[in-house]
C-alpha cells in the first residue's frame, strides 16, 4: 500500500512540474554532445518549466522518435548537423508522422552549417521555401550589430514581432531588440492557411550567397524574409522554423548589442524572453483552447407559449436530440485557454468574435456567441436564436481556427421537425380565416331560418 501511495505521489509530482499540455518528455538532436554548454541557460530555463531533455546524436543507432508504434517523445528540438542530414531515424517522412501523431518540432536552421536536402524538401512539403544557395545568409546594412558584425553586418537587430492582424493573439511580444546572428531566411507560401510568420525581417534586410560575388539578385528581401515561422496542423501540432539556432545561445542571451537604428546606444537583447516565448509557444504551454461543456436547449418563452416541442420531449431539457422548427434555443460553450500552467478564461481579440453555424450542408444561421459569465478557469459563450422554417438534419457547429491558437471544432447534431398535427394554430386564430368562418355562420343561419 505505501509502494502503491509513492507511486501515486510520484505521479502527481509529475502532472504538476510539467507545464506543457501535451507532455513534459523533449529530445533534442545535437551532433556535437559537447555543445550543448553553448546552450547551458536555454536547457536551463526549460528544465525550470519541467522538462526531461534527452539529447542525442543524429548518428545514434538507439535514436527512435516512436516506439510499439507510439510516440516516444512528446516534443522534438531539432539543431542543425555539421554533416549531410539527421540520417535515417530522422526522414522527413518519420518527422511528419511525428507531427501526424500531435508531437510538436522546433527546427534550428544556420548560415553556418549547410541546411540538408532531406530537410529542405521537407520544409516545401509546408510550403516553406528556402534559398537555393545552401550558402545564403540574411544580412541587412542598417540594422545590424556594430559591435560583433561590423564588417559581414549578418548579426541582424530585429524589433519586437508585431501582431499578425487585429484578431490575432500576440505571443512573442518582447521589450528590446531581438538579435539574429547569420540567420537562414525564408519565404512562406500564399495558399496554406496553416502557416504564419512570428519575426520577420527588417525592410532593409535581404539574403544572398556570400561565396557568389556575381549573384546580383537576392532570393528575397524586406519583409519578403522569414526568420522564425510557425506551421500548425489540423491536428493543432506545431512546426516551428528557427532561422538562426544561435540565438539560443547563452552568448546571445546576455549580450550587449549597438546599432544606430536602435539609438546607437549599447543595450540587452531580448533574446532569452524571446526563446522562453517561442519554445512555450511551439511545446503548447501558451495558445492551446480547451473546451469545457457544450449546451443547447429551448428557451423558457417557446415553452411558456405553448410553441415549444413538449410532445416530444415532455419538457425542456439539456441537448436534447429533435427539435421543431421554428422553436427559440439558445446554444451555450465554455472555452478555456491554457496559459503556461494553469487554464484561465478564454478572451478572444477585440477584432475576433467566436462564431456559432446552424447548418444542414450550407449555414441557415452563422451567429456571433457573445461572453455571458465567467468563472475562475473558463468563459461561457451563448447566443439565442429561431430555428429556421426547413425540416431535416442540422448542426450546432463552432468552428474557430486562428493563427497561434489550437483548433476548435465541435459539432452537435440534432433534428429538426415539422409541427405535429395538435401544434397547429386553430382556424379562428388565424384572422385571415374569419372571412371564411363568417360565411359559413351565415349560411348555418339561413339554413336554421
Known amino acids: 500500500m505505501r509502494v502503491l501511495f509513492s507511486l501515486l505521489l510520484v505521479a502527481l509530482l509529475g502532472a504538476v512540474q510539467a507545464l506543457s499540455s501535451t507532455g513534459s518528455r523533449l529530445l533534442v538532436v545535437i551532433e556535437e554532445l559537447a555543445e550543448k554548454e553553448k546552450y547551458g541557460t536555454f536547457w536551463g530555463d526549460l528544465e525550470s518549466r519541467g522538462y526531461r531533455l534527452s539529447f542525442e546524436s543524429p548518428k545514434s543507432e538507439t535514436l527512435r522518435l516512436f516506439k510499439h508504434g507510439e510516440r516516444a517523445y512528446d516534443h522534438l528540438l531539432l539543431l542543425p548537423p555539421k554533416s549531410k542530414g539527421f540520417g535515417p531515424n530522422l526522414t522527413p517522412q518519420i518527422l511528419l508522422e511525428f507531427v501526424n501523431k500531435a508531437g510538436n518540432i522546433l527546427l534550428g536552421l544556420s548560415a553556418t552549417?549547410?541546411?540538408?536536402?532531406?530537410?529542405?524538401?521537407?520544409?516545401?512539403?509546408?510550403?516553406?521555401h528556402l534559398p537555393p544557395d545552401r550558402n545564403s545568409v540574411v544580412v541587412d546594412h542598417f540594422s545590424y550589430d556594430e559591435k560583433s558584425a561590423g564588417d559581414k553586418h549578418d548579426v541582424l537587430l530585429t524589433r519586437s514581432p508585431k501582431s499578425l492582424r487585429p484578431d490575432v493573439k500576440n505571443y512573442f511580444a518582447q521589450n528590446g531588440p531581438i538579435a539574429v546572428p547569420r540567420a537562414v531566411g525564408?519565404?512562406?507560401?500564399?495558399a496554406s492557411p496553416l502557416l504564419a510568420p512570428i519575426l520577420r525581417a527588417q525592410s532593409t534586410s535581404y539574403a544572398y550567397n556570400p561565396k557568389d560575388e556575381n549573384d546580383e539578385e537576392p532570393f528575397a528581401v524586406g519583409e519578403q524574409l522569414s526568420l522564425v515561422s510557425a506551421f500548425q496542423a489540423r491536428n493543432s501540432a506545431r512546426f516551428t522554423v528557427l532561422g538562426s539556432t544561435e540565438m539560443l545561445e547563452d552568448e546571445w542571451f546576455s549580450a550587449q548589442v549597438k546599432s544606430s537604428a536602435f539609438g546607437g546606444k549599447a543595450v540587452a537583447t531580448a533574446n532569452r524572453n524571446f526563446a522562453s516565448s517561442l519554445s512555450a509557444w511551439t511545446f503548447q504551454e501558451l495558445g492551446v483552447l480547451k473546451v469545457g461543456r457544450v449546451e443547447h436547449y429551448l428557451n423558457d418563452a417557446s415553452e411558456k407559449s405553448g410553441t415549444g416541442n413538449s410532445s416530444a420531449l415532455g419538457t425542456a431539457q439539456i441537448n436534447p436530440k429533435i427539435y421543431r422548427i421554428k422553436n427559440d434555443v439558445t446554444f451555450t460553450i465554455e472555452l478555456s485557454e491554457y496559459d503556461t500552467d494553469k487554464l484561465i478564461p478564454f478572451v478572444p481579440p477585440p477584432a475576433d468574435t467566436v462564431q456559432l453555424e446552424f447548418s444542414m450542408l450550407s449555414p441557415f444561421h452563422r451567429l456571433a456567441l457573445q461572453p455571458t459569465s465567467r468563472t475562475a478557469n473558463s468563459t461561457l459563450f451563448s447566443t439565442s436564436f429561431t430555428l429556421p422554417d426547413q425540416h431535416g438534419i442540422f448542426n450546432f457547429r463552432v468552428n474557430y481556427k486562428r493563427p497561434f491558437l489550437t483548433n476548435i471544432d465541435e459539432k452537435r447534431t440534432v433534428t429538426?421537425?415539422?409541427?405535429?398535427?395538435?401544434?397547429?394554430?386553430r382556424s379562428f386564430v388565424i384572422s385571415a380565416a374569419w372571412p371564411w368562418i363568417g360565411g359559413i355562420g351565415v349560411t348555418a343561419v339561413g339554413w336554421l331560418a
Do not use: K, Q
Request: glycine share 4%; hydrophobic share 45%.
Open 113 to 128: 552549417s549547410p541546411t540538408p536536402a532531406a530537410i529542405s524538401s521537407l520544409l516545401l512539403e509546408l510550403d516553406i
Open 186 to 190: 525564408h519565404v512562406l507560401g500564399n
Open 416 to 425: 429538426v421537425r415539422h409541427f405535429a398535427h395538435d401544434e397547429w394554430p
